[in-house]
Structures are given as structure tokens and as C-alpha cells.
């Protein structure tokens, strides 16, 4: 076995150090100590409530201006939607009125006209039958049939 130097007073010290700082206990919090910690812990929970209530108010804000901005988006989007039904709905019918037309199927307009010509004739009709019912003519005299000559037949 080989034989180890000497140790040196420097290591000595320092394991005595290390070992004294092992064995010393933290001395106890003073009662000033422990209310300056119980002051600091409720300012720090004020602050806390403070910024959460401000956090919450700002998120709430956001989330109304959000949901503005959907409903406008959405407003607009409906809008858009609609123009578009309009203007397939006005081609629809114009291809369907042009069709029925080739056909010789009367239009809504044609038939609201002849409706109009219609009533026009019957207040005519009955214009001219209250003139008749109150000038009544007197009938001509029936003619007599002339009397007929007979055949002549060759004989």
C-alpha cells in the first residue's frame, strides 16, 4: 500500500466549515418579520385580484368586439346571399316567361288585359240593354207570303 500525503490544514478547515454549516439550523422568523410577510401577501393578493379583474374587463371587451364583428360580417354575408337569390330568381323567370311565350301560353300581363277588355264589354252590354228596355220599337207588321204560282210542268 502506498502511504497518502499528509492532509493539509486548508482541507481541515474547510471540512470543519462544511460540517458546522450542515449542523446550524435557520433561526426562527421574528413576529415583525412574519407580519411584514402577512402585509406583503395581502398586497400581492389585492394586486392580484386588481389584474384579474382588469385581465377580465379587457377580455370582455374583446369578446364584444368580436362578436360585433360577426354579427356585421354576417349581416353583409346575408345580404350578399339575398342579391344573388334575387338575381337567379329574376333569370329564372325571365327564361321561364320567354319559354311559356314560344308556347303560345298567355303572360300574367296578357290576361289582365283581356280581364279589363272583358269588363269594358259587359258595362257596354249593359249600357245598351237598359237603352233597349227603355225604348222598346214597336215590331213591324208580319208581311204576308206572297201567294205561289203554280209549276208550270211540260206535258
Known amino acids: 500500500m502506498t502511504k497518502r500525503p499528509p492532509k493539509s490544514t486548508a482541507t481541515k478547515t474547510t471540512r470543519a ?3 458546522s454549516a450542515r449542523s446550524a ?9 412574519q407580519a411584514e410577510g402577512s402585509k406583503a401577501f ?17 377580455a370582455e371587451d374583446k369578446i364584444a368586439e368580436a362578436a360585433s364583428k360577426m354579427s356585421s360580417i354576417a349581416t353583409d354575408m346575408s345580404a350578399k346571399a339575398t342579391g344573388q337569390w334575387d338575381k337567379l330568381e ?10 311559356l311565350g314560344k308556347l303560345g301560353v298567355p303572360s ?3 290576361i289582365n288585359a283581356l280581364m279589363a277588355r272583358v ?3 259587359n258595362k257596354s252590354v249593359q249600357q ?13 207588321a208580319a208581311r204576308r207570303a206572297a201567294p205561289r204560282k203554280a209549276a208550270s210542268v211540260p206535258i
Open 17 to 19: 466549515t462544511k460540517a
Open 42 to 58: 395581502e398586497a400581492l393578493v389585492k394586486e392580484g385580484v386588481t389584474l384579474q379583474r382588469k385581465t377580465q374587463s379587457a
Open 25 to 33: 439550523k435557520p433561526a426562527p422568523p421574528t413576529a415583525d418579520a
Open 90 to 99: 329574376t333569370i329564372f323567370e325571365d327564361r321561364v316567361a320567354k319559354a
Open 128 to 140: 245598351l240593354s237598359a237603352q233597349v228596355a227603355a225604348n222598346p220599337r214597336k215590331k213591324p
Open 108 to 110: 300574367a300581363k296578357d
Open 119 to 121: 269588363d269594358e264589354l
